[in-house]
């Protein structure tokens, strides 16, 4: 798959779960894909502008670990507050911690969310550097 035509991410169904493969040319690119990927299956991630700005500071032991953390943190921000996070600017990502801006914007009606997802879990986890293009596969409880 050429660099200049890939997707940045897609779904696929996994017996009761969902799951999303992301992509991108760079880690920041790709941890942002997978946010996406992630709030794209819980709503129309175009309608929700990213007006409100929240920092967003993670550690971990591995790459599997930090994407598994920062889905997770994003995840919770959603189900506690109801904000899908949009568009990221990191200052700072390696291997074990990330530093990064979130624009979010608010769920406009909760209750209109297409699918809820319950966990991000370790299941068939996978974070690959092949080609000059990072991907990760991450499957959701929903």
């Known amino acids: 798959m050429s660099q200049e035509s890939f997707k940045p991410f897609e779904t696929f169904d996994h017996t009761a779960d969902v799951g999303i493969i992301a992509r991108g040319r760079t880690r920041r690119e790709l941890f942002a894909n997978a946010a996406r990927g992630m709030f794209s299956i819980i709503t129309d991630i175009s309608k929700v502008s990213g007006a409100i700005q929240l920092p967003i500071r993670i550690e971990a032991e591995g790459a599997e670990e930090l994407l598994i953390s920062w889905l997770r943190e994003l995840l919770y921000l ?35 969310a297409r699918t809820e997802i319950k966990a991000v879990t370790y299941h068939g986890l996978e974070v690959k550097h092949e080609n000059d293009l990072w991907t990760a596969k991450v499957i959701f409880d929903i």
């Open 78 to 112: 959603y189900s506690t507050r109801y904000l899908v996070c949009t568009d990221f600017e990191f200052s700072d990502l390696s291997d074990t911690g990330l530093d990064c801006d979130a624009g979010s914007g608010p769920l406009e009606k909760p209750d209109s």
